[in-house]
Structure formats: structure tokens, C-alpha cells
């Protein structure tokens, strides 16, 4: 076989089980090495957990004779370190979590372990999943695997470089302004932010809570299906988890998308977006144009207020969610306080990074009184006009296609002096989040060796309509195909 | 409405508020870093949003009603298992009032 198993998509692996090609121990082994071989330059994971991951592999082979009685049985993936496994540290990459061992798991982690999922360990990420580059782990940078000089975007930018260098088959990602999709852009996979309440959150260590979603983060469109199709679901355990009937999204990829009426906010192209990038996404128009869609440049004038918006929000409900971590009941504590109070304040001190301590004072302030009508309130009810002007263009459009990033990914250490810098990489991703719509990010190109992304956005709950979209655009390029050499 | 510089004092104000410590040097910091990041959001100034209601949720969320029905919780061992200090199957804190 010339394509090492590594390589392989979920579904290829799949069929190789299937076909009793491969054992599930030499599907999981071959990640453990590739891990082991690649880890020292990628440091994709906080945490692997190899010998678990190896044991469950061996008893499907006892057990199941061979052949995998689910779409992910056996299949090795990682999750970023935000989602809390049951007996597996979760640290969200902080200080504050550098111990916490969760006594329960995420709703994901439980759907996919009963799918025979096999977790070889946690993702690295930016701390609480502030940041878009995954610099601000507590612990170590993540590097891209197109070149290790550069960042693999962020904040879900250990797997998003995980999927990408073959160290699992796939990851879950949270998205809360592009932490799914930006890093999926930079590494050159598919990242999908799925509706606000499609896929429960209970579990995942909570951020802007009107904002985060838990998604895939896959190597094609059908992988990042065949997960969709596994993690959705109402919870009771998410009061915000949508009740609804699941599309059976994996089996709706038909390709076919004659007629299919698609937008280009010109807004999006007018944000400082790389020359490569614009040429990039207005050639990959043109393959839409030849499977039969209509492709019309349309306005989003509200654009330019999201990212004012998504930064008076998100920190203001970090700020609020963040409190919880006080010394007391778990994580990182000071001992040496004289008074509860001094206690409180050292803890947040020596727990938080930088970047955290900003949005928790920007917030702070944002929702102080004096400042919560002109911030907070302001930012709500535009907010309200930005959906507002999303749901008018989709009564004409079926989907929305854009860049993903305004720029390909960035040498380490490039923009962490300056935070407005760093905000702006999400500019291209925060609306979708601000609205609460699904978009996902596919490889469209490349540019000077690194990828491009593509960003394609839909109604609330139209992800058969992004996917097939996305799906189609796949059957005719090979950027999905491109794998780094590490 | 004009926006003004966050002070030395006001990051102090606000970090206390928080019960967030910071150095010296992360007050300074802060002081310009957020005087910078605010002044962006001025740009809403030009949105007109008279008689738009604020969006708390993006998908518009009911209130979730289910049936009282008691069911099994975490055992008190798992929940103490990462509590910094604990006492008796109770979290330990320092003194309160003192």
C-alpha cells in the first residue's frame, strides 16, 4: 500500500476495517507511532493517552472479530482539551486547569465513545480558547505542519494540527468567533461550526456561552458528515441544545448542486484579505459557476460592526463564566494568602495568562454600571440587526462563500505584541457566530506552500445545504487531498 | 457618548471588582492596551439601534420546562476529587468574616 494508514480518511479506514485489511490495533498503533514520530515538532497534544487507547483497540479485535459495527468504531481521534473526559485531565491549556481530572464526560465524549470512537488524547489550544493562534497555551505553542516556523491558527489550533499531520483521524474543535474554522483554514482541513444548539455543550468548558459550539474538524467533507451525524442532539443536560428531528447528514452528500443560489458578501473581501487569497476564492466561484450554481455578489453592510460586537460580548460573558474559578471547589489554587480575599486575587493571578486577564478586565468593564448601556447593551441590539441582515439575504441565497482568514498562517511570534492585530484574524468568522449560523471552513488552495480556506455559510440548520455544497466543490479540486510532509 | 482613557486607577477599580490580581507592570499594561481596544468599539457609535431589542441568545431560546424528577447525582467523593482543600465531604474555605 503506497498511502501510509496515517493518511487515511475516516471512511477509508473504515472500509479498510470493514474489508478486514486492518486489525483496530494496527489503525490505533499506527497513530501512537505517528504521534510519537511528529509530536517532538508539531506538539499537537496536551495529553496522550496511548495505552488506553491501545487496550480498547485490542479488546474490539477480541470482541468484534475484526469488523467495526459504526462509522467511528475504533476509529482514533483527539479532542481539544476544552472538553471534559471522564478520568482524562482537562486543561483547557490554562495554569488554572493544569491538574483537573473531570469526574464526568462532555455529551460528545459520551455519544462518541458509544459510537466505539477510541480517544488517543487532548488537543493544545489557546488558554479558554481566547486567541487565534494557540501561542497563548499555558504550556507550549502549536506549530503548523505546512512549516513549523509558523502558528496553526487558534484557538482550536492543536487539532486542527493533529487532523492535519496524521496524529488521529479527526478532532472536535469549539468555535466560538473562528476557533474552529480559522485554524482548519491555516492548517488546510475541514472545520465545521455547526447552528448555535445543533450539538450540545454540556461539558465543554464554557467561554461566551451565547457564542461557543462544539464541531468537527475532519480531512474531507464526508469525514466532518460522519461526525456531525454522531455529535447532534438535544441534551437535557443543555437547556440551549436544540429538540429537533437529526438529518442523517453523511448520506445527503449527493454533489449535486445545479441551481443552488450562492452570495458573495463583497464586504468580506474589503477587510485587508490577502491578494492569494482573494484570486483563491474568485477562482473556486468559478468551479461553483461549472457545477451549475448561481454565483452574485450581494451586501452585508453590518460587516464592519461585527468584530466591535464580538469583542464587547464575548469577553463581558467570559468574564462572567471565568468567575467560577476561585481556589475553592477546583483547579489551581494559592496557598499562601492572608485572607480569603488576597487568596481569590492570587489565584487568578498566577492561574490566568495574559490574554485571559485582558477579556476578563474588558469584560468587567464592559458590564461595569456607567459603561453597560454604551458596551454591553449596544452591542446586543446590534447584534439583533446583524441577524436581522443575515436572515433577509438567505431568503434569497442558499449559502454565503467568503475567505476563511484574511491572511494564510503566521510565523510564531509575529502579532502577539499586538491584540488588535491578533482580534482581526477572526474578522472573516466572528459574524457566523454573532448570528448563529453553521459555516464551515474546506482547502481551496494553496500559497507559497501553505493552505487556503474557504468559508461557506447557511441559514440556521442548513448544514445538508453547506455540506453538499462543500461536498461537490471537493469531487472536482484535490486540495483536500494535500497532505504536509513531516 | 465620549469614551474616556482607562486610568492607572481605573484598571485597579476594575481588576478589584473581579478580585483579579495584577503586577504593576500589568496595570500599565492594561491601562493603554484596553484605553486601545475601546477606542475600536467606538465604530457602534454610528450604528442607530433606536427601537432594536438586544440579542442575549442567538437562537432563540424558551424557557425549557422538564418534569421534577429526581435522579442519580455525582457521587460527593468525584465532586471533592479536585477541590484544592476539603474536610469531611466539605469544601474547605478560609475564613469569611474575620
Redesign the interface.
Known amino acids: 500500500m503506497t498511502t501510509p494508514l496515517y493518511e487515511l480518511t475516516i471512511h477509508e479506514a473504515k472500509e479498510l476495517l470493514d474489508n478486514q485489511m486492518v486489525s483496530f490495533e494496527d489503525l490505533t498503533s499506527t497513530i501512537l507511532d505517528r504521534i510519537k514520530q511528529v509530536e517532538p515538532s508539531v506538539k499537537s497534544f496536551v495529553t496522550v493517552t496511548g495505552d488506553l487507547a491501545l487496550e480498547e483497540a485490542k479488546s474490539f479485535d477480541q470482541n468484534l472479530g475484526g469488523s467495526p459495527s459504526s462509522n467511528l468504531q475504533g476509529i482514533p481521534f483527539q479532542l481539544k482539551d476544552n472538553i471534559c473526559t471522564q478520568d482524562i485531565l482537562t486543561t483547557c491549556s490554562s495554569h488554572m486547569l493544569s491538574e483537573f481530572i473531570p469526574p464526568y464526560n462532555a455529551t460528545v465524549v459520551e455519544k462518541l465513545k458509544q459510537s466505539g470512537g477510541i480517544i488517543v488524547g487532548k488537543g493544545n489550544m489557546d488558554e479558554f480558547a481566547m486567541g487565534s493562534s494557540t501561542e497563548n497555551s499555558a504550556f507550549h505553542p502549536t506549530h503548523n505542519p505546512w512549516d513549523l516556523k509558523r502558528v496553526p491558527g487558534g484557538s482550536s489550533g492543536g487539532p486542527a494540527a493533529a487532523v492535519a499531520s496524521g496524529e488521529c483521524f479527526y478532532s472536535l474543535g469549539s468555535d466560538t468567533g473562528g476557533s474552529i474554522r480559522q485554524p482548519a483554514s491555516l492548517c488546510g482541513v475541514v472545520g465545521l461550526k455547526p447552528t448555535y444548539g445543533l450539538v450540545s455543550r454540556y461539558g465543554l468548558v464554557a467561554f461566551a456561552s451565547s457564542l461557543d459550539q462544539i464541531g468537527p474538524i475532519t480531512k474531507d467533507v464526508r469525514d466532518c458528515s460522519i461526525v456531525l451525524d454522531t455529535i447532534v442532539g438535544h441534551d437535557p443536560m443543555d437547556s440551549t441544545s436544540i429538540e429537533r428531528v437529526s438529518d442523517c447528514y453523511s448520506k445527503s452528500l449527493t454533489g449535486d448542486i445545479k441551481g443552488l443560489k450562492i452570495g458573495v458578501p463583497k464586504e468580506y473581501f474589503e477587510v485587508g484579505v490577502d491578494s492569494d487569497i482573494l484570486d483563491c476564492i474568485k477562482e473556486s466561484l468559478l468551479v461553483f459557476e461549472k457545477l451549475g450554481a448561481t454565483v452574485s455578489e450581494i451586501s452585508l453592510p453590518l460587516t464592519k460592526y461585527a468584530l466591535a460586537v464580538y469583542y464587547i460580548l464575548a469577553p463581558s460573558e467570559a468574564s462572567a463564566n471565568l468567575s467560577r474559578y476561585d481556589g475553592v471547589k477546583y483547579g489551581y489554587s494559592y496557598r499562601d494568602a492572608d485572607s480569603i480575599w488576597d487568596a481569590m486575587e492570587k489565584t487568578r493571578q498566577n492561574g490566568f495568562g495574559s490574554e485571559v486577564s485582558r477579556r476578563i478586565m474588558l469584560g468587567t468593564y464592559a458590564l461595569s454600571a456607567g459603561y453597560y448601556d454604551a458596551y454591553y447593551v449596544k452591542a446586543q441590539k446590534v447584534r439583533t440587526m446583524i441577524r436581522a441582515e443575515f436572515s433577509s439575504v438567505f431568503n434569497d441565497y442558499d449559502v454565503l462563500i467568503t475567505p476563511t482568514s484574511p491572511s494564510t498562517a503566521f510565523l510564531i511570534g509575529e502579532k502577539t505584541e499586538d491584540p488588535l492585530q491578533m482580534y482581526l484574524n477572526d474578522i472573516c468568522t466572528i459574524p457566523a457566530n454573532i448570528a448563529g449560523i453553521p459555516a464551515i471552513s474546506i482547502p481551496a488552495g494553496f500559497s507559497n506552500g501553505l493552505p487556503i480556506g474557504m468559508q461557506i455559510m447557511g441559514s440556521y440548520f442548513s448544514e445538508n445545504t453547506i455540506l453538499n455544497a462543500a461536498y461537490a466543490f471537493e469531487q472536482v479540486t484535490d486540495w483536500h487531498k494535500m497532505r504536509p510532509s513531516l | 457618548?465620549t469614551?474616556p482613557k482607562?486610568s492607572k486607577e481605573e484598571?485597579q477599580n476594575?481588576?478589584l471588582?473581579?478580585?483579579?490580581?495584577?503586577?504593576p507592570e500589568?496595570v500599565s499594561r492594561?491601562s493603554s492596551?484596553?484605553s486601545?481596544?475601546?477606542d475600536?468599539?467606538r465604530?457602534?457609535d454610528n450604528?442607530d439601534?433606536s427601537g432594536?431589542?438586544?440579542?442575549?441568545?442567538?437562537?432563540s431560546?424558551n424557557g425549557?420546562m422538564?418534569e421534577d424528577e429526581p435522579s442519580q447525582s455525582?457521587p460527593v467523593n468525584?465532586?471533592l476529587?479536585?477541590?484544592?482543600?476539603a474536610e469531611n465531604g466539605y469544601?474547605k474555605?478560609?475564613?469569611?468574616l474575620?
Open positions: 457618548m469614551i482607562i484598571v476594575i481588576a471588582v473581579y478580585r483579579l490580581g495584577l503586577s500589568d492594561l492596551e484596553l486601545n481596544i475601546l475600536q468599539f465604530v457602534l450604528v439601534t432594536v431589542n438586544p440579542t442575549g441568545h442567538s437562537v431560546a425549557v422538564r455525582l468525584k465532586i476529587q479536585n477541590a484544592p482543600s469544601f474555605v478560609r475564613p469569611v474575620e
